[in-house]
Every structure is written in structure tokens, then in C-alpha cells.
């Protein structure tokens, strides 16, 4: 897929042009300056066309801002073309030159200058002055109300018959459609990016020794063990009594969202710290999504020996006793730092992926609660009526759901509910997978 990159200096409006182009939200916006970190890719719409929003350009020396500036460079290296925006009511800036020719000295993608915030003729400034920038005719575009985006997928179709790249690519839609999606799901500061780093082999997250540092939801392709999957990366998630900022507030609903856009869910956990609640209210809207749920004890290296079987046994009655819907959870350790674990985590997610993929046949379905109903009678209703269990069948997956025909009593109790549940989960080992049992009474034919 051709590579493009969004590029210029902190709030031109990049992360809304990404967004407009995507057809998603999937980049912060904010009128805060600096608000993108990380680099955030896509596909536009309709196109074959791979594209990345990157941090504002900046001045700095150290900390986050040049990380991000840094992250940013490595990308328009690789660019295939380069949308460069500038914001057409302030004109040009030093900053703009400065960044201008930092792209034609770090990169020969062709380069289409876009003028932003062009949506009132009255308030764009002298549009000659962009052309000492080097890059051309600027286009005037309106990113927050799509307009002039012609002019983009044309430059971006010219680029593509040059480089000789395919304006066509179903394979590609087809194996995104199949790829793994795991979200990495944990409070700030427990090691999420480092863990995503690890699993993509290189620096692509920023990691410090400061919480809230990740804001946007970061989907990355990546090959792993063996397998094609998106990973993402999301922002730390701490209680709402704790958060006063609107940015991380908007962080946090990318993160929480990103559970129904995965397939696994990774709640990354300090090991060194005992569990907090705001990590079980992840778990359950986890388990409450049908989601299947890894939950990674980082920093395990770090736990001392003799303290290591303590901790896991506190930690497995604590998200049994929390979550009806969990027979067994599936509790590993791990070391992003290290990688000690790692290959291990992802091998169980695999298997737990592949079981949960599977229609179970109807036939040994009921003879299994056949044999669970024969060792354990139903009990009888508040009215004294015997509940007959009649059919069982799966009727969903992800969570995996079965559908129980019964007669006679209809107020069932939970007690005996979970006893099918676990019986059912032991047999065809769905411990790790959630589980939903519903109940449909029986039509009598003399009613």
C-alpha cells in the first residue's frame, strides 16, 4: 500500500484531516496544541492509500515533544507522499520554513502543500506567500468541513500511476478483515506501550516514567508469533474522580471504545502493586462486551520469589469471585521490559481465540447437559413445578451463548445457572471464554 503522511507544525488541523479522510475518529481533536503524540495510521476511504497523522513539528530539546517530533521525522522518511498542512489564516510562520526544509532534506516523496481552515474566503490570508515554502501551489482545503479533498485524491492517484502502485488492493481489505485485533487495555504507568513495543520489536510507542503520556488509541499491523494481528495501544485509564483534564477525559472513551473494536482484550496490571478496583471495572465491562480477556501481570521480574505464588492464587479468587461470566480467568505473567512471558501470553490468547471461533455440534451439546441434569436434578419452582430441561443449542459467539429450552418451571435460579455454566465450560474447555446462558420456555399446545 502507498504510504502517506500527514505533516506540519502543532494545530493545523492534521488529526481532523486524518479523521475527515478515514471516515473515523480514530485521532484525537483538540484545540490544544500538541495534543497528537504518537503516530496514527488508517486507510483512506475508498482507496487503497495507507495514511498517518503525526505529532505537530517542534522546537525541543528533550521530553515528550521531541520524542514526538522524532516519531514524526522517522515517518516522513518513509512517506511515499507527504500531505503538508499549514494553517491559511495565520500565513506562513518561521516554523513552517524551518519544517519545510526539514521534509525536502529528509525525504523526495512528492509533497502537497494543503492550506487549512480555508472554509471563509474573508479570513485566508495572501496564499503567494506559502510558495517560498518550496512545495508548490498551496490547495486551499476545510478539513473540519471536507472541502476540496478532489485535489488530495488526485495528487495522491498522480503518485501512485508514477510509483506504478495498485489503486486496487482487495487481498489487502481481505486479511484486515481476519487480523487479531487485540486492545491493551490498564491504568497509566503499568507498562502498556512498553509492551506494545515489545511485541512490534522496535520503539514505536513513546514510553517514560510518567502516567498519560499515550492519548490517542494506536492501532498497529504487525506480524507475532506466527500470526497477522492489530494491536492497540490505548491511553491509561484511572477513576473519574481522578481525572480533571477534557483531554484525558476524551483519551479515556477512545480507550474504553477500543474494547468493542477488538477481539482480545490485554488488561496490562502492576504486579508489584496489589489490584486495584478500576482494574476490575475494566474486567467487567471486558466480560460484559463478550470479549475474551488475558489479564497481564507485568513486571513480574520484579515480584519476589517467595511472594509469587501468594499473589497469583489472591489474584485468580479475586476476578472469580467478581465475574459470573468467567469460569477460570486467564491470568498470565510477564515482563515487557524483558520479554519473559510474552511469546507464552500470545500462545494462550491463539488457543483461546481458535476455541472460541468454533460452533460446538447441537447433538454433543445436549449430551452434555444431558449428563449435567442427570447429576444434578433442576430445582423445583416457587410454585412446586419441576423444571424440565428439553434442547440445548449455540446460538452466538463472542460471548459465546447458549439458548436452553425448558418446561414446566420458568423462574430458574442463578445457582443452578452457573452450575450449567461451568459444567459446560469444563467440557469444552471455554474456562477463559465468556459465557451467556439464556432460557426460552416451552409453547404448550393446549394454550
Known amino acids: 500500500m502507498m504510504k502517506v503522511i ?49 505529532a505537530g513539528l517542534e522546537n525541543a530539546k528533550s521530553g515528550i515533544a521531541l520524542d514526538s517530533t522524532n516519531m514524526a521525522v522517522n515517518a516522513i522518511q518513509s512517506a511515499d507522499a507527504i500531505l503538508f498542512v499549514v494553517d491559511s489564516r495565520a500565513g506562513v510562520c518561521p516554523m513552517d ?73 482487495n487481498a489487502t481489505e481481505s486479511t484486515a478483515d481476519t ?55 490505548t491511553a491509561g485509564l484511572r477513576r473519574k474522580s481522578g481525572v480533571t483534564d477534557d483531554v484525558e477525559t476524551l483519551s479515556a472513551l477512545k480507550a474504553l ?18 489490584i486495584e478496583n478500576q482494574a476490575l471495572s475494566i474486567a467487567a465491562r471486558v466480560y460484559d462486551a463478550g470479549k475474551i480477556l488475558c489479564v497481564a501481570l507485568n513486571k513480574w521480574d520484579l515480584v519476589e520469589p517467595e511472594l509469587r505464588d501468594e499473589k497469583l492464587l489472591k489474584l485468580k479468587h479475586q476476578f472469580t469471585n467478581s465475574f459470573h ?18 511469546q507464552n501470553m500470545f500462545k494462550r490468547i491463539y488457543e483461546q481465540w481458535d476455541i472460541s471461533t468454533a460452533n460446538v455440534p447441537t447433538s454433543l451439546l445436549n449430551r452434555i447437559v444431558e449428563k449435567l441434569v442427570a447429576e444434578r436434578q433442576p430445582p423445583m419452582s416457587r410454585l412446586k413445578r419441576a423444571m424440565r430441561i428439553k434442547f440445548a443449542r449455540q446460538i452466538g459467539r463472542h460471548p459465546m451463548r447458549i439458548l436452553i429450552n425448558v418446561g414446566g418451571a420458568s423462574d430458574i435460579p442463578e445457582s443452578y445457572t452457573r452450575y450449567l455454566r461451568r459444567g459446560i465450560a469444563t ?12 432460557y426460552e420456555k416451552s409453547e404448550n399446545p393446549f394454550d
Open 6 to 54: 500527514i505533516a506540519g507544525r502543532p494545530n493545523t488541523g492534521k488529526s481532523t484531516l486524518f479523521n475527515a479522510l478515514t471516515g473515523t475518529r480514530d485521532a484525537l481533536v483538540h484545540d490544544r496544541p500538541g495534543v497528537t503524540r504518537d503516530v496514527i495510521s488508517g486507510v483512506i476511504r475508498d482507496t487503497p492509500y495507507e495514511i498517518y497523522d503525526t
Open 97 to 169: 520554513i524551518e519544517w519545510a526544509k526539514l521534509i525536502h532534506r529528509k525525504s523526495r516523496a512528492p509533497i502537497l502543500l494543503l492550506a487549512n481552515k480555508s472554509e471563509s474566503a474573508k479570513r485566508v490570508g495572501d496564499l503567494h506567500e506559502f510558495l517560498k515554502l518550496g512545495c508548490g501551489d498551496a490547495v486551499m482545503i476545510s478539513a473540519e468541513h471536507k472541502r476540496g479533498f478532489d485535489a488530495i485524491y488526485e495528487f495522491l492517484d498522480r503518485v501512485a500511476a508514477d510509483k506504478n502502485i495498485k489503486t486496487t488492493d
Open 179 to 233: 487480523r487479531l485485533k487485540i486492545a491493551v487495555l490498564g491504568q497509566p504507568n503499568v507498562g502498556k506501550s512498553t509492551f506494545v513495543n515489545r511485541v512490534l520489536g522496535e520503539n514505536r510507542q513513546i514510553v517514560m516514567d510518567a502516567p498519560g503520556i499515550t492519548r490517542d488509541t494506536v492501532k498497529i499491523p504487525t506480524r507475532f508469533y506466527g500470526r497477522d494481528i492489530v494491536i492497540m495501544d
Open 257 to 274: 471504545d477500543s474494547i468493542d473494536k477488538s477481539d482480545v482484550v490485554i488488561l496490562v496490571v502492576d504486579a508489584t502493586k496489589n
Open 325 to 342: 461470566q468467567i469460569i477460570k480467568p486467564m491470568i498470565l505473567a510477564m515482563s515487557a521490559e524483558t520479554g519473559t512471558g510474552v
Open 427 to 438: 467440557a469444552l474447555k471455554w474456562e477463559h471464554l465468556p459465557i451467556v446462558i439464556e
